[in-house]
C-alpha cells in the first residue's frame, strides 16, 4: 500500500443557532481543514483540523499539509504511521521555523488520516485496532446548550432539554462574561433547574486573571460545579498551579496545548486535573495517546477537547483506559458518514472501519463546490 496523492480539504460547517460566542471567541462556523490520503489500493484516509472557519487560515494549514509535508508522503506506506510521524516531525523544514500553531494542526490532520487508512485496511473502527471494547461504556456530556451569548432562559431551557429529552447526565457553561456576579447568576439559575444530580462543568475560555480566578473560582464550589475550565491564559503552567492550591474546585485545561511536552509541564506542576488533550491540536492519535498514557500515570482522567467534533476521539475513548467522558457538540454531524451517535447519554462504539472523518456525500459536494 503507498500512498499517491494528497487532496486538499476545507469544510465550513454552521453552528447551532447560527452564532455562538464564549468570553474570548465568537463564531459562525466550525472550520474542517484537512486532507483526504489517496492510494494505490483504492483507500481514503481523511483527516481533519479543527478551526474557527477564517478561510486565509484555514488555506495556511492545507497549504502546510500539502507543501510542507506531503513531498515526504509521497510513496510512502501509510500504515506505518509511527514511523511516518517520526519522520515528518524531524524532517520537515516547517520545523525550522514552527514547532506548534498551524505546523501541528497540519501534521495532526494527515496523522489521524494515516490511522483512518490503517484501519480501513484493517477492515475494522479504529477503537478496535488500538485494543479497545465496545462493552466500555463512554459517557457524553453536552457543551452546546450553555453558549454565553444566549440569555439565561434558553440556557436553562436548552439545559434542561438536554437533561430531560437528551438524556444527558452533564452539561457544560460558559462563564467569564465582564460582570462575575452574572456568571454565578447563571451557574445557580442551572443548578436550580436541573436539580443537584445533574453534573456542571463550567469553562472560562482562558479569560481570568489570577486573581478574577481566586474570588470568583472559589464561589463556584457553593453550585457542586465538576470543575472550571482554562481559568487563565492557556499557557500559564505556574498560575494554574497556584489556583490549584487555592480553590476547592478542580481544574480542567489542555485544549489549547499543542505537545506532549506542555501537557508534561502542566501535569508535573499540579496545574491540572481533568486533561483535555485534542487530537486535532495536538500532532493527532499518535501524540494524543502519549498525552493520555501520561495522564494515567499520574492518575487523572482525560477528557477530550471536541475539535474534531468527537468523530475521532470517541474512538480514542473506546480504547484508552484513561477516558471515560466525552464532551458532544454537534456541527459537523450532518456532514459525516457516520456520525458520533449517543443513545441514553452514553456513546455508542462506532461500527465502520476507519478513524470516523470520512465526509458523506453532501459534504464532497460543498467541498468540490468551493
Ligand atoms: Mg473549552
Given at each position: 500500500m503507498k500512498i499517491t496523492q494528497l487532496e486538499p480539504i476545507i469544510l465550513h460547517a454552521p453552528v447551532t443557532r447560527g452564532g455562538i460566542a464564549d468570553s474570548t471567541h465568537k463564531l459562525s462556523h466550525w472550520g474542517a481543514p484537512g486532507v483526504a490520503i489517496h492510494t494505490d489500493t483504492g483507500h481514503v484516509g481523511y483527516g481533519f483540523s479543527g478551526t474557527h472557519a477564517h478561510l486565509a487560515t484555514d488555506r495556511l494549514i492545507v497549504d502546510c499539509i500539502l507543501h510542507s509535508f506531503g513531498p515526504l508522503l509521497l510513496g510512502e506506506d501509510p500504515r506505518e504511521v509511527l514511523a511516518l510521524w517520526e519522520k515528518l516531525h524531524k524532517q520537515a523544514e516547517i520545523y525550522w521555523v514552527g514547532r506548534a500553531g498551524i505546523t501541528h494542526l497540519a501534521l495532526g490532520a494527515i496523522d489521524i488520516a494515516l490511522w483512518d487508512l490503517k484501519a480501513k485496511e484493517a477492515g475494522v473502527p479504529l477503537w478496535k485496532l488500538l485494543g479497545g471494547s465496545a462493552q466500555k461504556k463512554v459517557e457524553a456530556y453536552n457543551t452546546d446548550g450553555g453558549w454565553l451569548n444566549w440569555p439565561l432562559e434558553t440556557v436553562v431551557s436548552d439545559c434542561k432539554r438536554l437533561v430531560e429529552e437528551g438524556g444527558y447526565r452533564a452539561v457544560k457553561l460558559k462563564i467569564g462574561g465582564p460582570n462575575p456576579r452574572e456568571d454565578l447568576r447563571r451557574v445557580e439559575a442551572v443548578r436550580q433547574a436541573l436539580g443537584p444530580d445533574i453534573r456542571i462543568m463550567t469553562d472560562?475560555?482562558?479569560?481570568?486573571?489570577l486573581p478574577q480566578a481566586i474570588q470568583t473560582g472559589s464561589r463556584l464550589q457553593d453550585f457542586d460545579i465538576v470543575w472550571i475550565e482554562e481559568p487563565i491564559y492557556f499557557d500559564d503552567v505556574e498560575g494554574h498551579r497556584r489556583l490549584a492550591e487555592t480553590i476547592a474546585t478542580p481544574i480542567a485545561l489542555g485544549e489549547q496545548l499543542y505537545t506532549a511536552s506542555h501537557f508534561r509541564d502542566f501535569i508535573h506542576a499540579g496545574a491540572v486535573h481533568y486533561v483535555q488533550p485534542d487530537v486535532v491540536r495536538l500532532a493527532g492519535i499518535t501524540e494524543f495517546w502519549q498525552v493520555a498514557d501520561l495522564a494515567r500515570c499520574y492518575s487523572l482522567p482525560v477528557v477530550p477537547h471536541v475539535g474534531d467534533m468527537c468523530q475521532v476521539h470517541q474512538h480514542l475513548c473506546f480504547a484508552h483506559p484513561a477516558c471515560a467522558l466525552l464532551e458532544y457538540i454537534p456541527w459537523l454531524r450532518d456532514w459525516m458518514e457516520t456520525p458520533a451517535k449517543i443513545v441514553d447519554g452514553y456513546y455508542v462504539a462506532p461500527e465502520a472501519p476507519g478513524a470516523g472523518m470520512t465526509p458523506n456525500r453532501r459534504a464532497l459536494e460543498e467541498i468540490n463546490r468551493a
Open positions: 472560562v475560555n482562558g479569560r481570568w486573571t
